[in-house]
């Protein structure tokens, strides 16, 4: 009787701020711990996962934009200017809001989008 394969266990990579800092000594083998993670694990998968749920966010932004420009009377010109647009997905994970000295801290800083539309995704 054969023995049976070992299960693979998924790596633990630490992504603290300070280990991906451009200046930090520990980037470049963070970046390397990645790197292999994604290898053996299923980055073309990952990919592919990332792909279709960002064809189906510009879809619905998409749907979303024409919706507006036909409120405003203004589709056809929506309709005329697609070709020109770029879609940019970013995944971000909030912190979980904390309260410190009698303050919320919510958990996206003060920022300003540099689109149109963002839709947020939980």
């Known amino acids: 009787m054969g023995t049976l394969p ?3 266990h998924l790596p633990v990579i630490d ?6 800092n451009p200046t930090s000594s520990t ?11 994604l290898e053996e694990y299923g980055c073309f998968i990952a990919m592919e996962i ?6 189906a966010v510009a879809e619905l932004e998409h749907v979303v934009m024409r919706i507006i420009a036909k409120s405003y009377g203004i589709e056809e010109s929506y309709e005329s200017l697609l070709g020109s647009k770029t879609c940019l997905l970013r995944l971000t994970k909030y912190l979980i809001p904390q ?3 009698n303050k919320t801290i919510i958990g996206i800083y003060a920022h300003t989008d540099k689109t149109f539309t963002s839709i947020l995704d939980k």
Request: proline letters at 0%.
């Open 27 to 37: 980037l470049v083998t963070t970046c390397g711990e990645v790197m292999r993670a």
């Open 15 to 20: 992504l603290r701020l300070e280990n991906l």
């Open 50 to 55: 990332v792909l279709e749920y960002s064809k």
């Open 6 to 8: 070992q299960a693979k």
């Open 99 to 101: 309260v410190k000295e």
